[in-house]
């Protein structure tokens, strides 16, 4: 979100407030709440508005919200003026709030944005700025009328009627004359050293953001991704979703906290970006219900537009009094709806509407102690935020089913389930990785990357619907350095099969030797070429960066977060359709395969299309199916992709160890083989058709 800002200001409060030049440095200040009853507007009845150009100081109204539990209380407000532009969605209602519930919180709390403000029975607006090391009794009301257009951006008209002006104003107007905006709560005491008892200085507090099953390193990894929003991290208690890692069906009760209340101006608004074994929920109040709809916060979340985010009642479970700014501690109760838009002035959203939500589940098992343990989670689908969300979710389960960060080497199966995926819609990958200072971040690269690459495809939306990432862990070192490797012949011709010899260290442990066999193209031209034998994922797959730079703390590369960045070099090719993207992450190399390959030489002259004579067709599109999960001690030499023309040849040989280091070695490809050669039996392929097997067999 992109925040406003400018120099300082001042300026007199009055009715019509001048036109230009208060610019307001502002935050969010989201918050948490409950329900029960208050005096207010019946529920489910369509409320009149009390029209923006009538305010004047000295009106007195009353404002509706949750200090503790679900209950509804009632606090009083005086108006000052209206400042003209200076929230974020245009003009704002300066007040002053007083009353019991005011004088338990310590004034406008972390939490009561969205309380909706009425005067002669009408509704104003909502609570929507409140301010640090300050008056904490002095706050923004955002205007209904904005409110309301977001409301509009669900259906059709909101049944809402404008009357007639209000009565006289009142006496009895605070001491403040002036209001001066300061950029950051250092900058607020600097302004406020130099000015009268009668200005008040502001800085907008930021939305409390209530995490809930946590560890250090994902609440920091939390605190990195939303550092651009000005959020307030606060500690909160598990809503009923707990435990199940599904979001709780609609109308549900929580078991520990009481029967969810329906949504009401003035009740609690939660809305969850995760839930389940773990809960990342942002808490405001409601401001207006009409049928199935609401519109609460009285300023944006997120300001991200359309979204698809989990919505219910929430429960308070306590209003903390703090210098900078007071703040409430709650949780979601239980999703009753969903929010559709995150705007400048508001938030809206449907109950009776559940959020299509991603369900992950991580199991991880720890050899050292032979336990297993499983984390479950909804998250939201949302383009900037599901892969990060993931990511940390994921680190938190890992973190907490090891109880370490530290070495070790680990086995990873991930399954992605989407409706257009094909083999049965699942997509499915098996690779081993090890690390000698953080094996849990580690293994999470080749994960986050494939499931970027196929949520958000260029070609359609594969409806994922459901992720799986099962991972084992031995604390111990299970790799293997390549030590040498040999050809079992010297020389080769175009079509024959060339056996390669490797020699493998497993770390403290006895050579072991593995042979796996190389197909030479049928056009490959006569000369020396430079066979590499090496481990899997050259290029290693490791986190997205800008994931990365969210649990080390670093800063990504540049670029790094540009449209179009990918973390992978498939990726970066551009496949020409889904089948072709699916194909190519299939084909990616893993971390214990040995990897055999050369670049051949080819005559391209003298072809219509520039393409080597004879070279085979494209690759069919792959079925995704996982490959087999047990190697064996000897390991397993698998089918040689069909190649397109400039690809290296290339064979490759599973093994239980996470293959380390190269070797080299050069082999004479010499002239193809005469007919009547080929009859003799030299060895050579006395065929022009590829061959029907693998290129080789298992090694021995």
Same mark, same amino acid.
């Given at each position: ?212 099953? #946590? ?10 991704? #939303? ?82 985010? #989990? ?54 098992? =720890? ?24 990511? !940390? ?36 990958? =098996? ?24 949520? #958000? ?24 350095? !390549? ?36 197909? !030479? ?180």
């Amino acid at each position: 979100m992109r925040h406003r800002g400018g120099s300082p200001a001042a300026g007199e409060l009055r009715s019509d407030s001048r036109r230009g030049g208060i610019v307001v440095w502002w935050a969010i200040l989201a918050a948490l709440v409950g329900v029960a009853v208050a005096a207010g507007p019946a529920f489910g009845a369509a409320a009149a508005i009390y029209p923006l150009d009538e305010v004047k100081p000295g009106l007195k109204g009353y404002g509706l919200t949750v200090v503790e539990g679900t209950r509804i209380e009632r606090f009083d407000v005086d108006v000052l003026g209206v400042v003209r532009r200076a929230g974020p969605a245009g003009d704002l209602i300066l007040v002053k709030v007083s009353g019991a519930p005011i004088e338990r919180t310590g004034g406008i709390a972390a939490g009561m944005s969205g309380s909706p403000v009425y005067v002669n029975g009408r509704l104003l607006g909502a609570i929507g700025f409140g301010f640090e090391f300050t008056d904490h009794s002095v706050g923004f009301v955002t205007p209904i009328g904005d409110m309301l257009q977001v409301l509009d951006r669900l259906s059709t008209e909101v049944p809402v009627r404008s009357e007639g002006a209000a009565g006289a104003a009142t006496s009895g107007l605070p001491a403040y004359r002036r209001v001066a905006f300061a950029r950051d709560a250092s900058d607020a005491r600097r302004i406020k050293l130099g000015a009268g008892r009668d200005t008040a200085v502001m800085v907008p507090v930021s939305t409390p953001l209530m995490l809930s099953g #946590f560890g250090p390193r994902a609440t920091a990894a939390i605190e990195r991704l #939303f550092a651009p929003y000005r959020l307030l991290m606060v500690p909160g208690g598990a809503g009923a979703a707990a435990g199940t890692g599904l979001a709780a069906p609609t109308g549900a009760a929580s078991s520990d906290l009481g029967p969810a209340p329906p949504l009401q101006p003035g009740s609690a608004l939660g809305v969850s970006l995760v839930q389940g074994d773990v809960e990342l929920t942002a808490i405001g109040t409601v401001t207006y219900v009409d049928g199935d709809r609401f519109v609460g916060f009285g300023h944006p979340f997120l300001q991200a537009g359309a979204v698809d985010f #989990f919505a219910g009642p929430a429960y308070i479970f306590r209003t903390v009094k703090a210098v900078n700014v007071p703040f409430k501690l709650g949780s979601l109760m239980t999703t009753t709806g969903v929010l559709r838009e995150d705007r400048r002035a508001a938030v809206a959203g449907r109950t009776g509407v559940m959020p299509d939500a991603v369900q992950l589940a991580v199991t991880l098992t =720890d050899r050292a102690s032979n336990r297993s343990r499983t984390l479950k989670a909804s998250v939201v689908r949302d383009e900037l935020l599901t892969i990060p969300l993931v990511a !940390i979710t994921s680190l938190e389960a890992l973190d907490r089913g090891l109880d370490r960060i530290g070495p070790g080497t680990a086995r990873v199966i991930f399954r992605i389930t989407g409706k257009e995926l094909p083999d049965g819609g699942t997509y499915s990958r =098996d690779n081993m990785y090890y690390s000698r200072f953080d094996v849990s971040a580690r293994l999470l690269g080749d994960f986050l990357d494939t499931l970027q690459a196929l949520m #958000f495809n260029r070609f359609q939306d594969i409806g994922v619907r459901s992720v799986q990432l099962e991972v084992e862990v031995d604390p111990g070192r299970q790799t293997a350095a !390549i030590v040498k490797a040999q050809p079992l012949a010297k020389t080769a011709r175009p079509g024959d099969r060339v056996g390669v010899e490797v020699e493998l260290l497993p770390y403290r442990g006895q050579r072991q030797t593995r042979i796996l066999t190389l197909q !030479i193209p049928k056009d490959a031209l006569p000369g020396t070429v430079t066979v590499t034998v090496r481990g899997g994922s050259a290029a290693a797959f490791t986190l997205p960066p800008e994931v990365a730079s969210l649990i080390t703390g670093e800063a990504p590369p540049a670029g790094t977060q540009d449209e179009g960045a990918q973390g992978d070099q498939e990726q970066q090719q551009v496949p020409s359709s889904l089948d072709k993207l699916i194909e190519a992450l299939s084909e990616r190399e893993k971390n214990n395969q040995v990897v055999a390959e050369f670049y051949p030489g080819f005559d391209v002259q003298g072809t219509p299309d520039g393409h080597p004579t004879g070279a085979q067709d494209p690759p069919a599109a792959s079925t995704g199916r996982m490959p087999p999960e047990s190697q064996g001690a000897k390991g397993k030499q698998e089918k040689a992709a069909p190649r397109e023309p400039g690809e290296p040849v290339k064979a490759t040989l599973l093994t239980p160890w996470v293959v380390e280091g190269s070797a080299d070695f050069d082999l004479e490809i010499v002239e193809a083989a005469s007919p009547s050669e080929s009859n003799g039996g030299d060895g050579a392929a006395p065929s022009q058709k590829p061959p029907a097997g693998p290129a080789g067999s298992s090694g021995t």
